[in-house]
């Protein structure tokens, strides 16, 4: 836990405590006579009334002034990172890949890069000045690099000098922030942060007797009063700088004569109480500056991410001589919808700073004929990822309170990888849409859910909440609990293997019809998919083949308790009912959760609780806190080398064999395919070498989605891998297992040279003792002769 | 082939074990039996056969930026900065998922961290990927037996230390 240090700075309180009411009785006159004293007093009443009220109403602008003002300036949001990317010679990075890195951090292409933020390309060749950056583990400055490729793979890294280096980090995408709902986004920056030349043109445009008034320039009033009567409406504006600050802070946009009364009054409050300094960081970071959907972009430094998506300290003369224009009428100026109004703004604030001599003729030429610059819109609500983010939220709030994770303007490193994630949403559209014309079903009633993780750690590296992810909404990778279907077989199978003395993957089961009484009295009979009965069927085939019947009678025999306890084990730990129908999936889970008990299986038995949050920083770069690689072995790695073997098999010719159309048989995935009764549910769950993937297709009132989990769900985890450079999955087999032929008829121990043999993964000792016959006919020298001849 | 294949392999097939259909004899190329053969049909056997061989043990190397990892991590922890080192290796662990070793470097630094349920965890998942590294396997035992140990539980030390013994 965290010993999170709240910033408890107050403001500098003045010894003066506002104005003190006038009302103070005389007590020295009191010879004055009776008339004259009424007379009076008729007068001083009222008098006094006014000002007593005047002077709450001040006092209460004040209080208002003071919490409000100190009251924003903390409320910085919590600043959410996606993983950084790791160079390496030998790392498997194409230069496309780099190049939408670059994007997201809003480094710029250049014909060669002399300052930092900037890269320059040359087919495989890649050159980089990269910014500094503040990690979780410290500070790491700019550095060039020069980057070759070679098929998809950064093949050489050296330095300005031709020094080759063995690794590099970049700084993590920025992929969001969290606040509060009442509050805004926003990027603080302070002083020393901003480039001088935006301050200068602030005051010369905005406010040219900011460092002189005390808060209203009546001369700035008077001549916007002449200037608009001249024009016959309003033109130019009178306010200060601290006007509008206040009118920012606590002020509605609505124009009333009380509102600029108010807003008069509260800038005479705000010169009394701040510096000029405090007051010029103040409106550096509450100016409105635009809209994006619902979310308000306040603030320069937001507003340098949203239009530039680049920092402030790296914008131009024209950039920021765009964003001062804007100030005047976001709306009317937005550079998105009005270019070229925009544009004429710019040159406009340009043309002024020119006579003001704050720029040369040549800076002023070269700026206004320079391009807007502004970067196509970004997702919606400031963060492309709400799913993701939903789930750092989530995790973050079992250690943090809410209020710190709006105000306290913490940065969260996450283990998001936006490329993955990218490729997993745009997989999953794309595929709903095919497989909806493909199986005639409604236009847009299928919804889906995706995760990805890392299968070693758990680390989260996407989260598709639905099939229009950039959407904040109902969250179904996390929120939608639905029946996992045979996605809960894997767990029955594994159950039976952890018993090695009893079940092994050619023990014979029987497939013939069941039931199974309840307690209530009712009998439940499970049938296969197919409606056929299968007969004796040895035990890998009745999982690559999803058997219902078989998979009931192995778990009755096994015992429901074993099948619950080790799910707890994998990590569900929701109460669930011990029901026979368990064993068929009757568990309802969100896609989350089953990820959570495939990443055991593809981790050979090693739970890592996935997460989503590598560290937390405070504000001022201080350490809070880490979340830990953890591992915690819940199954045999013997048991688990079996069953994944056998989920091998799923894939290669069971049901889930139509992966073969998206990958290839040399990655050797494993995976189970779930479908629910009525086709309501549609999954797939399974992994490559390096990662764990869950899909869930269905529909939000819960009527039945068409598809089984090989024709919808298998398809867009086909495609999510296909997209992602899956790595093969080679099992390390366990000291504890060892590798026996067996005739696969009998399930009898077999031998190599008998027709039709395998050989099986068996935990050691439990494979069968007994040899097959076509042992001893194989042992017949003229058998073997038969061999060597047709070899 | 197949015809010249099935018609031999009849006469064989008809006297071994029982049999509902009558599968086509196994082409011996598929035959796993030279064990560290070539890629080509190590490749071939890995989609015919149930079981592939066993992968070779992973060799006690490490790419370059994990090696460059390690010693960073190896710097912070000589400078007593022994959370910067764990996210150090962390980091290595994201590069080579499935590197014994790396795993073990981790154990031992939670151990070091008086972390040690974790630093027992973390020494058994190096193990399950330790394949025929026997010094590795001892290692990680040891550790196991020290964490043990430091942690109040003899029995299991013991058990722990025996294991390691058998890895002379």
């Given at each position: 836990?965290?010993?999170?240090?709240?910033?408890?700075?107050?403001?500098?309180?003045?010894?003066?405590?506002?104005?003190?009411?006038?009302?103070?009785?005389?007590?020295?006159?009191?010879?004055?006579?009776?008339?004259?004293?009424?007379?009076?007093?008729?007068?001083?009443?009222?008098?006094?009334?006014?000002?007593?009220?005047?002077?709450?109403?001040?006092?209460?602008?004040?209080?208002?002034?003071?919490?409000?003002?100190?009251?924003?300036?903390?409320?910085?949001?919590?600043q959410v990172y996606g993983r950084p990317l790791e160079l390496y010679p030998g790392a498997k990075i194409s230069p496309g890949q780099l190049e939408a890195e670059f994007q997201r951090l809003g480094y710029r292409k250049v014909t060669y890069p002399k300052r930092p933020a900037a890269w320059s390309?040359?087919?495989?060749?890649?050159?980089?000045?990269?910014?500094?950056?503040?990690?979780?583990?410290?500070?790491?400055?700019?550095?060039?690099?020069?980057?070759?490729?070679?098929?998809?793979?950064?093949?050489?890294?050296?330095?300005?000098?031709?020094?080759?280096?063995?690794?590099?980090?970049?700084?993590?995408?920025?992929?969001?922030?969290?606040?509060?709902?009442?509050?805004?986004?926003?990027?603080?920056?302070?002083l020393d942060q901003v480039p001088e030349i935006l301050t200068a043109m602030l005051i010369s445009i905005e406010d040219r007797a900011f460092y002189s008034h005390h808060g209203v320039d009546l001369k700035a009033i008077l001549r916007a009063v002449w200037a608009n009567l001249k024009a016959g409406?309003?033109?130019?504006?009178?306010?200060?700088?601290?006007?509008?600050?206040?009118?920012?802070?606590?002020?509605?946009?609505?124009?009333?004569?009380?509102?600029?009364?108010?807003?008069?009054?509260?800038?005479?409050?705000?010169?009394?109480?701040?510096?000029?300094?405090?007051?010029?960081?103040?409106?550096?970071?509450?100016?409105?500056?635009?809209?994006?959907?619902?979310?308000?972009?306040?603030?320069?430094?937001?507003?340098?991410?949203?239009?530039?998506?680049?920092?402030?300290?790296?914008?131009?003369?024209?950039?920021?001589?765009?964003?001062?224009?804007?100030?005047?009428?976001?709306?009317?100026?937005?550079?998105?919808?009005?270019?070229?109004?925009?544009?004429?703004?710019?040159?406009?604030?340009?043309?002024?700073?020119?006579?003001?001599?704050?720029?040369?003729?040549?800076?002023?030429?070269?700026?206004?004929?320079?391009?807007?610059?502004?970067?196509?819109?970004?997702?919606?609500?400031?963060?492309?990822?709400?799913?993701?983010?939903?789930?750092?939220?989530?995790?973050?709030?079992?250690?943090?309170?809410?209020?710190?994770?709006?105000?306290?303007?913490?940065?969260?490193?996450?283990?998001?990888?936006?490329?993955?994630?990218?490729?997993?949403?745009?997989?999953?559209?794309?595929?709903?849409?095919?497989?909806?014309?493909?199986?005639?079903?409604?236009?847009?009633?299928?919804?889906?859910?995706?995760?990805?993780?890392?299968?070693?750690?758990?680390?989260?590296?996407?989260?598709?909440?639905?099939?229009?992810?950039?959407?904040?909404?109902?969250?179904?990778?996390?929120?939608?609990?639905?029946?996992?279907?045979?996605?809960?077989?894997?767990?029955?199978?594994?159950?039976?293997?952890?018993?090695?003395?009893?079940?092994?993957?050619?023990?014979?089961?029987?497939?013939?019809?069941?039931?199974?009484?309840?307690?209530?009295?009712?009998?439940?009979?499970?049938?296969?998919?197919?409606?056929?009965?299968?007969?004796?069927?040895?035990?890998?085939?009745?999982?690559?083949?999803?058997?219902?019947?078989?998979?009931?009678?192995?778990?009755?025999?096994?015992?429901?308790?074993?099948?619950?306890?080790?799910?707890?084990?994998?990590?569900?730990?929701?109460?669930?009912?011990?029901?026979?129908?368990?064993?068929?999936?009757?568990?309802?889970?969100?896609?989350?959760?089953?990820?959570?008990?495939?990443?055991?299986?593809?981790?050979?038995?090693?739970?890592?609780?996935?997460?989503?949050?590598?560290?937390?920083?405070?504000?001022?770069?201080?350490?809070?806190?880490?979340?830990?690689?953890?591992?915690?072995?819940?199954?045999?790695?013997?048991?688990?080398?079996?069953?994944?073997?056998?989920?091998?098999?799923?894939?290669?010719?069971?049901?889930?064999?139509?992966?073969?159309?998206?990958?290839?048989?040399?990655?050797?995935?494993?995976?189970?395919?779930?479908?629910?009764?009525?086709?309501?549910?549609?999954?797939?769950?399974?992994?490559?070498?390096?990662?764990?993937?869950?899909?869930?297709?269905?529909?939000?009132?819960?009527?039945?989605?068409?598809?089984?989990?090989?024709?919808?769900?298998?398809?867009?985890?086909?495609?999510?891998?296909?997209?992602?450079?899956?790595?093969?999955?080679?099992?390390?087999?366990?000291?504890?297992?060892?590798?026996?032929?067996?005739?696969?008829?009998?399930?009898?121990?077999?031998?190599?040279?008998?027709?039709?043999?395998?050989?099986?993964?068996?935990?050691?000792?439990?494979?069968?003792?007994?040899?097959?016959?076509?042992?001893?006919?194989?042992?017949?020298?003229?058998?073997?002769?038969?061999?060597?001849?047709?070899? | 082939?197949?015809?010249?294949?099935?018609?031999?392999?009849?006469?064989?097939?008809?006297?071994?074990?029982?049999?509902?259909?009558?599968?086509?004899?196994?082409?011996?190329?598929?035959?796993?039996?030279?064990?560290?053969?070539?890629?080509?049909?190590?490749?071939?056997?890995?989609?015919?056969?149930?079981?592939?061989?066993?992968?070779?043990?992973?060799?006690?190397?490490?790419?370059?930026?994990?090696?460059?990892?390690?010693?960073?991590?190896?710097?912070?922890?000589?400078?007593?900065?022994?959370?910067?080192?764990?996210?150090?290796?962390?980091?290595?662990?994201?590069?080579?998922?499935?590197?014994?070793?790396?795993?073990?470097?981790?154990?031992?630094?939670?151990?070091?961290?008086?972390?040690?349920?974790?630093?027992?965890?973390?020494?058994?998942?190096?193990?399950?990927?330790?394949?025929?590294?026997?010094?590795?396997?001892?290692?990680?035992?040891?550790?196991?037996a020290r964490s043990y140990r430091a942690a109040g539980d003899s029995d299991s030390a013991k058990a722990a230390e025996r294991k390691a013994q058998a890895y002379r």
């Amino acid at each position: 836990m965290a010993t999170f240090r709240k910033n408890t700075r107050k403001p500098r309180k003045p010894a003066r405590n506002g104005k003190k009411a006038p009302a103070k009785r005389s007590r020295t006159k009191r010879g004055r006579r009776r008339t004259g004293r009424s007379r009076l007093s008729r007068l001083v009443v009222p008098l006094v009334l006014v000002a007593a009220i005047t002077g709450v109403y001040l006092l209460y602008l004040d209080h208002k002034v003071r919490t409000g003002f100190q009251g924003n300036r903390h409320a910085v949001p919590a600043q959410v990172y996606g993983r950084p990317l790791e160079l390496y010679p030998g790392a498997k990075i194409s230069p496309g890949q780099l190049e939408a890195e670059f994007q997201r951090l809003g480094y710029r292409k250049v014909t060669y890069p002399k300052r930092p933020a900037a890269w320059s390309r040359n087919r495989d060749r890649i050159i980089v000045r990269t910014r500094p950056f503040t990690f979780w583990d410290g500070q790491a400055s700019g550095r060039y690099l020069d980057l070759g490729f070679r098929g998809g793979v950064l093949n050489s890294m050296v330095d300005g000098k031709g020094r080759p280096q063995a690794l590099v980090r970049l700084e993590t995408p920025k992929v969001g922030s969290i606040y509060a709902a009442h509050n805004e986004d926003r990027v603080p920056v302070g002083l020393d942060q901003v480039p001088e030349i935006l301050t200068a043109m602030l005051i010369s445009i905005e406010d040219r007797a900011f460092y002189s008034h005390h808060g209203v320039d009546l001369k700035a009033i008077l001549r916007a009063v002449w200037a608009n009567l001249k024009a016959g409406g309003v033109v130019q504006g009178g306010s200060t700088l601290t006007q509008q600050l206040a009118k920012n802070l606590y002020l509605t946009r609505k124009k009333s004569l009380w509102r600029k009364l108010n807003e008069a009054a509260m800038a005479l409050i705000i010169e009394r109480r701040f510096s000029k300094d405090e007051i010029l960081t103040a409106y550096l970071n509450e100016i409105y500056l635009g809209q994006d959907g619902s979310r308000a972009i306040h603030g320069f430094g937001l507003a340098s991410h949203f239009y530039f998506n680049r920092p402030l300290d790296e914008l131009d003369l024209p950039k920021l001589a765009l964003l001062v224009g804007i100030i005047r009428g976001p709306s009317l100026y937005d550079p998105r919808i009005h270019p070229e109004r925009a544009g004429k703004r710019r040159n406009l604030v340009l043309d002024v700073l020119h006579r003001q001599g704050i720029v040369t003729a040549e800076q002023k030429n070269r700026a206004t004929k320079a391009p807007l610059g502004v970067v196509k819109r970004g997702k919606k609500g400031g963060s492309g990822y709400p799913a993701f983010l939903d789930l750092v939220r989530r995790q973050m709030r079992r250690d943090y309170r809410p209020e710190d994770l709006t105000s306290e303007g913490l940065r969260i490193f996450t283990t998001l990888d936006p490329e993955i994630q990218q490729q997993t949403e745009t997989a999953l559209s794309e595929r709903l849409r095919k497989l909806e014309k493909r199986h005639r079903l409604p236009v847009g009633k299928l919804e889906a859910a995706a995760v990805v993780a890392r299968s070693e750690g758990g680390e989260v590296l996407a989260v598709v909440g639905g099939r229009r992810a950039g959407y904040a909404g109902f969250n179904r990778a996390l929120d939608a609990r639905r029946p996992i279907g045979s996605l809960i077989k894997p767990v029955v199978y594994l159950a039976a293997l952890m018993l090695p003395d009893r079940y092994n993957l050619v023990t014979k089961l029987s497939d013939d019809p069941i039931r199974v009484g309840g307690k209530d009295g009712s009998v439940w009979s499970p049938r296969n998919f197919d409606h056929k009965n299968h007969g004796e069927v040895p035990l890998h085939l009745a999982l690559a083949k999803s058997y219902n019947v078989a998979t009931v009678r192995l778990g009755m025999d096994v015992g429901l308790k074993r099948v619950l306890d080790l799910l707890g084990h994998l990590g569900i730990d929701r109460p669930v009912q011990a029901i026979p129908a368990l064993l068929l999936g009757a568990v309802s889970l969100s896609p989350l959760e089953v990820a959570q008990i495939y990443q055991t299986f593809a981790a050979g038995g090693f739970r890592s609780p996935l997460r989503a949050i590598r560290e937390v920083q405070a504000a001022d770069g201080s350490k809070l806190q880490r979340y830990p690689l953890t591992v915690s072995q819940v199954a045999p790695a013997g048991s688990v080398y079996l069953l994944n073997r056998n989920l091998q098999e799923v894939v290669r010719s069971g049901t889930a064999k139509g992966l073969s159309a998206f990958l290839s048989d040399q990655l050797n995935v494993a995976g189970k395919t779930g479908t629910t009764n009525d086709l309501k549910d549609s999954w797939f769950a399974g992994f490559s070498g390096n990662r764990v993937a869950v899909v869930w297709i269905g529909r939000d009132d819960n009527k039945p989605a068409g598809l089984t989990g090989a024709q919808g769900a298998l398809r867009i985890w086909g495609d999510i891998m296909r997209r992602t450079d899956p790595v093969p999955l080679d099992l390390p087999r366990p000291e504890s297992v060892e590798a026996v032929w067996v005739d696969p008829m009998s399930g009898l121990r077999a031998d190599a040279r008998c027709e039709g043999a395998q050989e099986f993964p068996f935990i050691r000792g439990s494979a069968p003792d007994t040899d097959a016959s076509c042992v001893a006919e194989a042992n017949d020298p003229l058998s073997t002769l038969f061999k060597r001849i047709f070899k | 082939m197949m015809i010249w294949l099935i018609v031999l392999a009849l006469p064989i097939g008809a006297c071994s074990t029982p049999m509902r259909s009558s599968p086509a004899m196994r082409s011996s190329s598929s035959l796993p039996d030279d064990r560290g053969g070539s890629d080509q049909s190590r490749k071939g056997a890995r989609t015919s056969a149930y079981e592939p061989q066993a992968s070779a043990a992973i060799a006690p190397q490490y790419s370059l930026p994990v090696a460059a990892l390690l010693e960073e991590a190896s710097r912070q922890e000589a400078a007593k900065d022994l959370t910067a080192a764990v996210g150090s290796v962390e980091r290595a662990l994201r590069i080579e998922p499935r590197n014994a070793h790396v795993w073990h470097r981790l154990a031992s630094l939670r151990m070091k961290q008086g972390q040690y349920g974790m630093a027992v965890e973390l020494a058994a998942k190096s193990n399950s990927l330790a394949g025929g590294d026997a010094e590795l396997v001892r290692d990680n035992w040891r550790l196991m037996a020290r964490s043990y140990r430091a942690a109040g539980d003899s029995d299991s030390a013991k058990a722990a230390e025996r294991k390691a013994q058998a890895y002379r």
